[in-house]
């Protein structure tokens, strides 16, 4: 890694990049994606336990009352971002098909990701309490906020339903281990304070779970092959703009309120993403009868392109941490 970062390429984007390869050329089917599926949920369930016994309770109380940071975040997530989704709307029929212009609308609606927002503010040396507590906020309004979106934004078939699940999932893969990890904190503390590499190791870790598996479902679904290579590069460029777009938004709404580093970075990193682990379970529902697979494309491509770039976003800043 130190010999790559003296001609300025980032080893951790180039794992990324190994992996998405890996899932192209052997992706993971059957009994081993439901293998893939659960190591996923360990890690990031490990990852939440870590966090937990690394945050302080005073540290995470400081997250709860910071009211301005998380309306902040949601905003972005559920007003900046549909505003884009919409204006968007320009670009069909000549960039985007009607299906494709449908997902990018989509991807737009669906909530922040949870552990890649929280796991890149942790890199970068950031609010990691407020960045927690913003994350799931949006995770969990999502579950009723996005279908809501969908329905005044979209044309659906069928009545919107949403799986209460969801929110199951939500408190014992996230909120349970994260309590779990407050609780024994007395009793680790020190020992994580001495050796910050496995917390280092998890983060990086479960983002790559998160990419193959992602990226391994795409795969099997043969979603790829349904398009010209013409299109997909054109969708491609769209999401590329939107994130460069939605990032320079974010970072520029952090510093008009004022926030510090910390929390400027939250608000990047939270606001700019969104969660492909709660979109396809809620295409799916919404979707019902119409081409899935084309739906969620938008989101699939966003959802690599921006754990790229905030990546390479996460390690520039945390080289400049003070």
């Known amino acids: 890694m130190r010999f790559l970062s003296k001609f300025y390429i980032d080893g951790f984007i180039l794992s990324i990049l190994a992996t998405v390869a890996v899932a192209s050329v052997f992706p993971a089917r059957g009994e081993a994606a439901t293998v893939v599926t659960w190591l996923t949920k360990i890690a990031i369930a490990l990852l939440f336990l870590l966090y937990g016994a690394r945050l302080s309770s005073h540290e995470a109380v400081t997250g709860l009352k910071h009211w301005r940071l998380h309306i902040t975040v949601l905003a972005c997530t559920f007003v900046l971002f549909p505003i884009l989704g919409v204006a968007a709307r320009v670009l069909v029929p000549h960039v985007l098909t009607d299906d494709l212009y449908t997902g990018l609308l989509f991807l737009c609606l669906v909530p922040s990701t949870v552990q890649s927002s929280i796991a890149f503010t942790s890199i970068a040396k950031g609010n990691?309490?407020?960045?927690?507590?913003?994350?799931?906020?949006?995770?969990?309004?999502?579950?009723?906020?996005?279908?809501?979106?969908?329905?005044?934004?979209?044309?659906?078939?069928?009545?919107?339903?949403?799986?209460?699940?969801?929110?199951?999932?939500?408190?014992?893969?996230?909120?349970?281990?994260?309590?779990?990890?407050?609780?024994?904190?007395?009793k680790v503390k020190g020992f994580l304070a001495r050796y910050a590499e496995p917390t280092k190791l998890v983060d990086r870790g479960s983002i790559l779970l998160v990419v193959y598996s992602a990226f391994s479902a795409g795969m099997v679904e043969g979603i790829w092959h349904?398009?010209?290579?013409?299109?997909?590069?054109?969708l491609v460029l769209v999401c590329c703009v939107l994130l460069a777009l939605v990032i320079a938004a974010t970072s520029a709404l952090g510093k008009a309120v004022h926030f510090d580093r910390?929390?400027?970075?939250?608000?990047?990193?939270?606001?700019?993403?969104?969660?492909?682990?709660?979109?396809?379970?809620?295409?799916?529902?919404?979707?019902?009868?119409?081409?899935?697979?084309?739906?969620?494309?938008?989101?699939?491509?966003?959802?690599?392109?921006?754990?790229?770039?905030?990546?390479?976003?996460?390690?520039?800043?945390?080289?400049?941490?003070?």
């Open 128 to 186: 990691v309490a407020g960045a927690i507590v913003s994350a799931t906020l949006s995770n969990l309004l999502g579950v009723f906020l996005t279908p809501a979106l969908v329905i005044l934004l979209m044309n659906t078939t069928g009545q919107a339903k949403v799986d209460l699940s969801s929110i199951g999932d939500i408190v014992l893969q996230l909120l349970v281990p994260f309590f779990l990890g407050q609780l024994i904190r007395p």
């Open 226 to 234: 349904s398009l010209s290579p013409w299109r997909i590069l054109l």
């Open 262 to 322: 910390g929390d400027r970075i939250v608000v990047v990193f939270c606001g700019s993403k969104k969660s492909l682990a709660t979109g396809l379970p809620m295409a799916t529902v919404l979707f019902a009868g119409h081409p899935i697979g084309l739906i969620v494309l938008p989101l699939m491509v966003f959802h690599q392109i921006q754990l790229i770039t905030c990546a390479a976003l996460a390690q520039r800043w945390a080289r400049s941490a003070p």
